[in-house]
């Protein structure tokens, strides 16, 4: 049995600080964000939906890559799994970003 603890990276601010610095002044999707921080896409939604609810984060729309719905009054952070208007599942990412300070 492998019984590996794992010890936890040093960081000098917190993921939500490093997330609003990666997204000052750029629109990101979820994997770019996920490679940057090196955390689990899973864990930055988490990050994200807090930030949302502190009312930092803007939310670019997901958009359908069939017939060019826009989810604009979607309030999640994560991908929509099918457009309701040609019930496609080729939906382009949302992009994320942060409101002036």
Request: proline fraction near 5%.
């Amino acid at each position: 049995m492998n019984n590996k603890i794992k010890i936890p990276e040093e960081r000098n601010e917190t993921i939500r600080e490093e997330l609003l610095r990666w997204l000052e002044g750029r629109e990101l999707a979820i994997g770019e964000l996920s490679k940057v921080v090196g955390k689990s896409e899973k864990e930055i939604y988490d990050h994200l939906e807090q930030l949302q609810k502190s009312g930092l984060l803007v939310i670019i729309p997901a958009e359908c890559g069939k017939c060019d719905y826009i989810f604009e009054s979607r309030e999640k952070v994560k991908k929509p799994s099918k457009c309701p208007k040609c019930k496609s599942t080729y939906i382009q990412q949302p992009l994320f970003t942060v409101s002036s300070r």
